[in-house]
């Protein structure tokens, strides 16, 4: 499996980015659920928004209201659209997703940086 993250840039405080992440998955991986992790210099990476194969969402505090993920498309490509972007949401934005055989495996992209400033 490989990820291809695309979409980050640099925006003013209050602009809006639409990230985008397209899985490679052979035919015998079945994709359980795709993410954004977002790595903040001199932070921890975390968890901003998640979606699973059935529509599930999660998000963190800071996103909700804010971003929306999509679904997982039948191509394996996940976004995650956001709007009223703040200097906080700096940072790389990671790719994930978790696949299955007989057992369960992670994945992760190479990332896309978003910096918001003005």
């Known amino acids: 499996v490989q990820l291809q993250a695309s979409g980050g840039g640099l925006v003013q405080p209050g602009g809006s980015l639409r990230l985008s992440c397209e899985a490679s998955v052979v035919p015998y991986f079945t994709v359980q659920s795709m993410a954004w992790y977002r790595q903040a210099p001199g932070k921890q990476r975390e968890l901003v928004a998640s979606?699973?194969?059935?529509?599930?969402?999660r998000y963190a505090d800071s996103a909700k209201g804010r971003f929306t993920i999509s679904e997982i498309s039948t191509d394996s490509i996940m976004d995650l659209e956001m709007h009223n972007l703040k200097p906080e949401d700096t940072g790389v934005y990671l790719c994930?997703?978790?696949?299955?055989?007989?057992?369960?495996?992670?994945?992760w992209g190479q990332g896309t940086l978003v910096t918001v400033s003005s």
């Open positions: 994930w997703l978790r696949a299955r055989t007989i057992e369960s495996y992670v994945f």
């Open positions: 979606v699973t194969s059935d529509g599930n969402r």
